[in-house]
């Protein structure tokens, strides 16, 4: 498996990078301001994640999402450790993500890379989605903001 920028726009993985954020206006806007990377094996995308640099000194990965029957073998372990390539590589210091209060998944993920909580931004996706989000039967309410020093 091999992780690579993808240069047109127009073949993103909508339908993939929906699956993270259901908001395709806030998909568009991550498409327009950041970078987007696949993990692809045998010509197929298997994983993606589209990173912004937000700081002088800071990216963040805004989106990021690996196909359903790939989940659990490693590929979004792989999608984070090339983030944070990349972010070194931009000379950059600090990685921030953020996830749902109910992506119970995500942030153990996130943590197991490395990744330190730093705040909560409360009612969130209550202010900023128009639809209510729920998952693993809790209501997505609260942004957990996380960061990794390079």
């Not at 009612?123 to 996380?146: K, Q, T, V, W």
Request: hydrophobic letters at 40%; charged letters at 25%; one cysteine or more.
């Amino acid at each position: 498996m091999k992780i690579q920028k993808l240069n047109n726009k127009d073949t993103y993985p909508m339908d993939l990078l929906l699956t993270a954020d259901p908001d395709p206006a806030m998909v568009a806007k991550y498409i327009t301001n950041g970078e987007c990377f696949a993990a692809m094996e045998e010509n197929r995308i298997r994983g993606v994640y589209i990173l912004v640099k937000t700081k002088p000194e800071t990216a963040e990965i805004v989106n990021i999402a690996v196909q359903s029957q790939y989940q659990g073998k490693g590929i979004g372990k792989r999608l984070l450790r090339d983030a944070e390539y990349r972010t070194k590589a931009m000379g950059l210091k600090r990685l921030e993500i953020g996830t749902g209060n109910s992506s119970i998944g995500q942030l153990a993920l996130y943590q197991k890379c490395g990744f330190r909580l730093d705040k909560i931004i409360h009612d969130f996706f209550l202010e900023h989605y128009s639809e209510p989000i729920f998952e693993n039967g809790i209501a997505c309410r609260d942004m957990i903001r996380l960061y990794k020093m390079m």
